[in-house]
């Protein structure tokens, strides 16, 4: 029997990860329209009818990636939040997640942006944006219960503070031939290092320092 993982807003078995695991690598080196349905089903060793019991299309396959990416985001915040320590170690932690969940999504990124900024995409968005929208709630609310407490400036764009995490996530991501040479990041799990201590510890201090110390 395949157990079933609970992912906030869906339920998918260990065959359906399997399949979606697969099929980010395939989309993330061959994108979405280089990427066949057949090429799924060899490579993931299964066979070429369970693609469409499970997800119904390779569109479909797709929307369930982008769901299953952000699908949890919201439990581990709701813990953050609700868990006893400071506001600023609130922050950190919220901080350490985004680039964990980022960087090990970081494969399938680029589709869906690309997919995203498309006047028609190929898939529904409605769920993925319905989720982003809560998920900046939660961090606005944070903010604003430190900002009453006179832990954080009143004088902050909370909306401007995702955008400046993954900023500089991103652009270390895509010049990550030129960090890797100047920080002598010369094998994958050295960099996977980097962003997740170096990195992240440097956004955690930027991001203290622009709740905490702007007029």
């Not at 999504?105 to 993925?128: A, T």
């Not at 219960?145 to 009143?154: C, D, L, P, R, W």
């Not at 100047?182 to 997740?196: I, N, P």
């Amino acid at each position: 029997m395949c157990r079933i993982i609970d992912l906030g807003i869906m339920e998918l078995s260990e065959k359906q990860l399997h399949i979606i695991k697969v099929t980010e690598e395939l989309f993330a080196k061959n994108g979405f329209d280089g990427t066949s349905v057949r090429m799924i089903a060899k490579t993931a060793n299964i066979n070429i009818a369970m693609i469409s019991y499970y997800f119904g299309s390779k569109e479909k396959l797709l929307e369930t990636i982008v769901n299953y990416r952000i699908s949890n985001f919201k439990i581990e915040i709701d813990q953050v939040i609700s868990d006893g320590t400071s506001y600023l170690n609130k922050v950190d932690s919220i901080i350490a997640i985004i680039i964990k969940r980022i960087h090990k999504g970081r494969r399938i990124q680029k589709l869906v942006h690309f997919e995203f900024s498309r006047e028609n995409p190929k898939i529904d968005f409605s769920n993925y944006l319905k989720q982003k929208e809560e998920n900046l709630e939660l961090f606005r609310t944070l903010i604003e219960a430190g900002q009453k407490e006179g832990i954080f400036s009143k004088d902050v764009n909370i909306e401007l503070i995702i955008p400046t995490i993954l900023g500089s996530y991103f652009n270390l991501y895509y010049n990550k031939k030129i960090y890797s040479k100047v920080h002598g990041l010369f094998k994958e799990e050295d960099f996977d290092q980097f962003v997740f201590t170096t990195l992240t510890q440097h956004i955690q201090r930027t991001i203290k320092a622009i709740l905490t110390y702007e007029e």
